[in-house]
């Protein structure tokens, strides 16, 4: 066998294309030029609703998702879970994070534990506020829906991979009157989240929302470089179409041989 396949020369010209758009993204961000991004309404939302929490002094529920570890929803998810952590922390606000996995809850009392020291406020973390509650998909939604009913969050947020118990988280916080931030990127439940919830992170936002919160370099520069490949390979879909018409209408060797090139940039078999 060849180690390189010279029939697919076009995948290996986008790739580099696209290694080369986020390298570059990653050094303009570390240079400190890289601009402004697209504004996410429900990432600016997560500090807003934990300010209502703490003005109307009830809590803030975080739900991970019902995944374990090895799912990258999970990992998004918890990720976000830092910044929320360190809101709470610093507005002196109480945060309540049910989990269905071990080794989510052991996983999220470190972060929470962490996000409270970097604010400065190591006493007020409790491990109870990240708790394990059970594996069993609608025991674990049962139990959460009775913990919203009593404690009345002002907050929930729904960060992660759900399944058919997220209508049932949902409807629950509405009930409680809670400002609701959701996030995932599991396109069977994002109408049911989009139908109850205030805000939310619709598919590849989930992951884009830790560059975001945590304006790190590395994850701004790709964030960037992803939105710049998006943009050429609109900018090829749109050229392709529009060589295709004219080649169509006027008959022409250019145009046609232009759509070709375009088509076979495009071609994945």
């Not at 529920?61 to 374990?68: A, Q, T, Y």
């Not at 491990?127 to 009775?146: C, H, L, R, T, W």
């Not at 931030?181 to 396109?187: I, L, R, S, Y």
């Amino acid at each position: 066998m060849s180690w390189l396949n010279l029939a697919e020369w076009n995948l290996a010209l986008l790739l580099g294309a696209f290694g080369v758009v986020i390298l570059g993204g990653i050094h303009t961000a570390r240079k400190g030029r890289l601009g402004r991004l697209r504004d996410l309404p429900s990432i600016a939302a997560l500090e807003v609703a934990v300010g209502r929490a703490t003005e109307l002094g009830r809590p803030v529920f975080f739900i991970p998702g019902v995944r374990d570890l090895d799912d990258v929803q999970t990992v998004a998810g918890l990720s976000i879970l830092r910044s929320v952590a360190g809101m709470t922390a610093r507005h002196q606000c109480e945060l309540y994070v049910p989990t269905d996995r071990s080794l989510v809850m052991n996983t999220a009392r470190e972060i929470c534990r962490e996000a409270y020291a970097e604010a400065g406020q190591a006493d007020s973390f409790r491990q109870e506020m990240v708790d394990y509650v059970s594996d069993e998909q609608f025991a674990y939604a049962a139990k959460v829906d009775g913990l919203i009913a009593r404690e009345r969050p002002a907050a929930c947020f729904l960060m992660g991979s759900f399944f058919a118990e997220s209508l049932l988280l949902a409807e629950a916080g509405r009930q409680a009157g809670a400002v609701q931030v959701a996030g995932t990127a599991g396109w069977h439940q994002l109408p049911f989240l989009v139908a109850s919830c205030d805000y939310v992170l619709i598919g590849e936002e989930l992951f884009a929302a830790s560059a975001y919160l945590t304006r790190e370099p590395a994850l701004l520069g790709t964030l960037r470089g992803q939105d710049l490949g998006k943009y050429l390979a609109m900018a090829l879909l749109v050229a392709g179409s529009l060589f295709g018409a004219l080649a169509i209408l006027t008959s022409g060797s250019l145009p046609a041989t232009l759509h070709q090139v375009v088509l076979r940039l495009l071609q994945t078999r």
